[in-house]
């Protein structure tokens, strides 16, 4: 169970996110205190954690101020768990314990091709794939056999399109039939990746593994560059929208795993 701290972390940084506090803005103990209905305790020790995360900077004197991640911020971030993940999947291919990860691997890719197959893209279906895809990513983070691969990953879990696993959702696409076997087809691209990154790590071959890692982890910069193409003003509620985010109040879109 989280402490009360972690939890109010969590709110506040959410608060942030979305928009409920403005960049620059001033945040004191006082203020959240009030705001949240707890003591200074909780709220000093949240503080610190956002300001490890950057999501919050001391202001000149007391107090912290707002630092909301930009969309900027979130592909720097993309690009670095791209190689994490892909520094993960070689070592694991090179373990001599990889094998004991295999079926883990094996079941998680199964069911998201059965899932693609039925051709549902209903909320229960999206988060279903969106576990079974987080099921695979993280597997091999834990795998890989070093600690600090994990650890740093989770060191920037908390922004938009950034959780282990995470998936993408166009609220575009799925106005047309179209449009859904688009994005049943990308789902099929995605979970083909896996299939080969599975089968790299089965031989024991570390470069291909790593490889087609890097390719599968980096689609979703592609995906946020094709986003500011299409939307000038891209901003980091766009990205929240489409991360799949709060997924039982989103309408089911456009999906891609990654």
Known sequence: MDSIDTALAARIRNAIIHGDF?????LSEAQLCGAYGVSR????????????EGVVRRGDGRGY??????VSDILQAVEVRGHLESL???LMAASPRRETHLPNLAMAIDEIDRLIDAGDMDDASLRRL?????RIHKTVLDGCGNDFVGFTCDQIS???MLEVGSMVFDQQVLSTPEGIERSLFRLRIGNSQHKVIYEAIRRGDPVRAEGVMREHSNTMIEYIEMFEKRNEALTLADLISYSGINLSQTSPDAAKTN
């Open 22 to 26: 403005v960049e620059g803005e001033r």
């Open 88 to 90: 993960a999947a070689r």
């Open 130 to 134: 969106q576990q079974e895809n987080a």
């Open 41 to 52: 305790t909780p709220v000093r020790l949240a503080l610190r954690l956002l300001e490890r």
């Open 65 to 70: 101020l707002v630092h909301s991640p930009t």
């Open 158 to 160: 908390h922004l938009p």
